[in-house]
C-alpha cells in the first residue's frame, strides 16, 4: 500500500492494462506484410480502414442505435478525446464568428486551457447542472441574450473563409452527458432531446465526450451473473443523426476515447458525427500534411478489436475491478461520511431494464460528494487532507469555467462545497482507507472524532 493516497487521480491503475494482449496485437499486426506496409506509412485522413469498421461496427452492437448500424462514414479515427477536442476547434470555431464556448458545470477543468489555446480566452461560459445534468433553461436564456447582444454589436468578420472550411459554429457547448466528469451524473432523455433542438435554433455544436459509457454495472448488487449492461439513453450523436436529414452537418460529435478502457498511453480515440462534419474534421491542416493520428497503433487495437480480445478485457477485467472498487467507495462513504452530513450527489435516480427488472446503474470513474455548511470549506479540507494525512482529491471549486466570474460565485452556493472521488486508481484497501482519513480533516475537534468512533 501506498503512503500517499490519491483519490483525485482519474487514472486506470497499471496493473490493469492489457499489456500481453497489446504486445499480441503488435507482434501480430507488424509480422503480416500487408498490414505492416500500411501501418508504417502516412494514414488516410479518416484513419485506419480496417478499424473504421471495427469501431463502426463495435458502437453499433453496443449502442443499438435507433437509426441502425452506424456507417464507417460517420467514424474517424483521432489521437485521443483531448486531441480530438483540439481538432474540432480548429475546423469548427473561429474566434471572430464563434460567440461564445459554453461548459457544463462543474466541468472538466482541464478542458478549459484547450478552449483558451483555441482563442477563446474570457469567453468561455459556464452553464449550471441540475439533477437531470443541466439547465436547459439557464442555457436558453443566456443564449437569447448573447444573439441579441450581437445583433445590436455588428456583424462578426470571419476569420476563416467559409469556402474553405465549410461550416463555422456561431456557439459551442462542452459536455459530459453520462457518468460526467467531475459530477457523475447522467444526463435524461428528455433533456437529450431537448437540448438537441436548442442547439439547432442557435446553431450550436455539441462535442460529447463520450469516454466512460462502456465502463457501466448496477450500483447495487444483483442476481444477475451477467457484467454486460445495456446502454442508459441515446447518445447525443445518435438523436441527432435519428432526426436529421442525411446531408445535413448535424450539431454534436460524439468525442471517445481508449485511454480509460485500454490505456491512456496508446493515444487513440474516435469521433462520431454526420458524414460531412467526420469529412470536415478529417481535412485540418495537421492531418492533411501528417496523415492520420495515431495510424499506427491503430493497427495494434484494430487487432484488439475485431479479435475480442478488447471487449472480454472490458468485461472480465474492467467492470468486475471498477464495481467492486465502486461499492467499497460507496460503503465508505455511508460509514465514515455519511454521519457527518455528508452526501452523494450525483442526480436523480434512474432505471434500465436488467432480466425482467429494472436497476439503477452506476458507471464510470467518478462520484461526487457534498459537505454540510457546518464543516469547513471544501478547499480547507482537501488541504489538511493533503498536509495532515497525504490524502488528495479534487476539491469543488476547482471545476468551476474559468474566466466565467458568475461560474465561480455558483460553485459557492452549490458544487463548490463538494468532493470529486476516483476508484480507478487506488486498490480497495487504499480506497477504504482514504476515506476514513477522510474525516479527521474535516475538524480538528477530538470530541466529534471520539463521538463518531
Same mark, same amino acid.
Request: charged content about 20%; proline content about 4%; glycine content about 8%.
Given at each position: 500500500?501506498?503512503?500517499?493516497?490519491?483519490?483525485?487521480l482519474g487514472w486506470p491503475t497499471p496493473r490493469l492494462f492489457p499489456a500481453e494482449q497489446l504486445a499480441a496485437a503488435t507482434t501480430s499486426s507488424l509480422l503480416d506484410p500487408e498490414i505492416a506496409k500500411s501501418a508504417l506509412i502516412y494514414g488516410p485522413d479518416l484513419g485506419y480502414t480496417p478499424f473504421r469498421e471495427s469501431v463502426a461496427e463495435w458502437l453499433t452492437s453496443f449502442y443499438q442505435p435507433p437509426s441502425g448500424a452506424i456507417p464507417i462514414d460517420r467514424i474517424a479515427i483521432t489521437g485521443g478525446a483531448s486531441q480530438n477536442l483540439a481538432s474540432i476547434l480548429q475546423v469548427f470555431s473561429d474566434p471572430n464568428t464563434t460567440r461564445r464556448i459554453w461548459m457544463v458545470e462543474p466541468t472538466y477543468?482541464?478542458?478549459?486551457?484547450?478552449?483558451?489555446?483555441?482563442?477563446?480566452?474570457?469567453?468561455?461560459?459556464?452553464?449550471?447542472?441540475?439533477?437531470?445534468?443541466?439547465?436547459?433553461?439557464?442555457?436558453?436564456?443566456?443564449?437569447s441574450k448573447f444573439e441579441y447582444e450581437a445583433s445590436q454589436n455588428g456583424v462578426y468578420h470571419e476569420i476563416k473563409p467559409t469556402t474553405q472550411y465549410g461550416k463555422i459554429f456561431r456557439h459551442i457547448l462542452y459536455l459530459t452527458p453520462t457518468f460526467s466528469n467531475p459530477s457523475a451524473k447522467t444526463m435524461s432523455t428528455p433533456v437529450r432531446q431537448q437540448l438537441l433542438s436548442l442547439t439547432?435554433?442557435?446553431?450550436?455544436?455539441?462535442?460529447?465526450?463520450?469516454?466512460?459509457?462502456?465502463?457501466?454495472?448496477?450500483a447495487e448488487e444483483t442476481k444477475s451473473t451477467s457484467v454486460k449492461m445495456a446502454p442508459i439513453t441515446p447518445r447525443l450523436v445518435d438523436l441527432d443523426r435519428a432526426t436529421s436529414?442525411?446531408?445535413?452537418?448535424?450539431?454534436?460529435?460524439?468525442?471517445?476515447?481508449?485511454?480509460?478502457?485500454?490505456? /491512456?498511453?496508446?493515444?487513440?480515440?474516435?469521433?462520431?458525427?454526420?458524414?460531412?462534419?467526420?469529412?470536415?474534421l478529417s481535412q485540418n491542416g495537421a492531418t492533411r500534411s501528417g496523415g492520420a493520428p495515431?495510424?499506427?497503433?491503430?493497427?495494434?487495437?484494430?487487432?484488439?478489436?475485431?479479435?475480442?480480445?478488447?471487449?472480454?478485457?472490458?468485461?472480465?477485467?474492467?467492470?468486475?475491478?471498477?464495481?467492486?472498487?465502486?461499492?467499497?467507495?460507496?460503503?465508505?462513504?455511508?460509514?465514515?461520511?455519511?454521519?457527518?452530513?455528508?452526501? *452523494?450527489?450525483?442526480?436523480?435516480?434512474?432505471t434500465v431494464p436488467e432480466d425482467?427488472?429494472?436497476?439503477? /446503474?452506476?458507471?464510470?470513474?467518478?462520484?461526487? *460528494?457534498?459537505?454540510?455548511?457546518?464543516? /469547513?470549506?471544501?478547499?480547507?479540507?482537501?488541504?489538511?487532507?493533503?498536509?495532515?494525512?497525504?490524502?488528495?482529491?479534487?476539491?469543488?471549486?476547482?471545476?468551476?469555467?474559468?474566466?466565467?466570474?458568475?461560474?465561480?460565485?455558483?460553485?459557492?452556493?452549490?458544487?463548490?462545497?463538494?468532493a470529486r472521488l476516483c476508484w480507478a486508481w487506488h486498490e480497495e484497501e487504499e480506497i477504504e482507507k482514504g476515506l476514513k482519513v477522510m474525516v479527521e480533516a474535516f475538524t480538528d475537534n477530538s470530541i466529534l472524532l471520539s463521538a463518531l468512533y
Open positions: 500500500m501506498s503512503s500517499h493516497i490519491n483519490l483525485q477543468f482541464l478542458a478549459c486551457t484547450i478552449f483558451q489555446d483555441a482563442g477563446f480566452a474570457g469567453r468561455l461560459r459556464g452553464v449550471p447542472e441540475n439533477e437531470h445534468g443541466i439547465d436547459i433553461e439557464f442555457l436558453r436564456k443566456k443564449l439547432r435554433e442557435y446553431d450550436m455544436l455539441i462535442i460529447s465526450d463520450d469516454v466512460y459509457d462502456f465502463l457501466r454495472w448496477p436529414s442525411d446531408d445535413s452537418w448535424g450539431n454534436s460529435i460524439s468525442n471517445g476515447s481508449f485511454s480509460k478502457i485500454v490505456a /491512456p498511453g496508446v493515444r487513440v480515440g474516435w469521433a462520431e458525427a454526420s458524414t460531412k462534419i467526420i469529412l470536415r495515431s495510424h499506427l497503433t491503430s493497427t495494434f487495437l484494430d487487432h484488439l478489436l475485431s479479435s475480442g480480445a478488447m471487449q472480454k478485457h472490458i468485461d472480465e477485467i474492467l467492470i468486475r475491478t471498477y464495481q467492486s472498487r465502486y461499492r467499497v467507495l460507496m460503503k465508505a462513504i455511508k460509514t465514515h461520511l455519511e454521519p457527518l452530513g455528508v452526501r *452523494i450527489t450525483t442526480g436523480a435516480p434512474y425482467n427488472n429494472t436497476i439503477v /446503474p452506476a458507471g464510470g470513474f467518478f462520484t461526487y *460528494i457534498t459537505f454540510p455548511p457546518e464543516l /469547513p470549506s471544501a478547499d480547507v479540507i482537501a488541504k489538511r487532507a493533503k498536509d495532515e494525512q497525504a490524502l488528495t482529491f479534487a476539491y469543488g471549486a476547482m471545476f468551476v469555467v474559468k474566466g466565467d466570474e458568475t461560474s465561480a460565485e455558483r460553485s459557492k452556493q452549490g458544487f463548490g462545497n463538494g
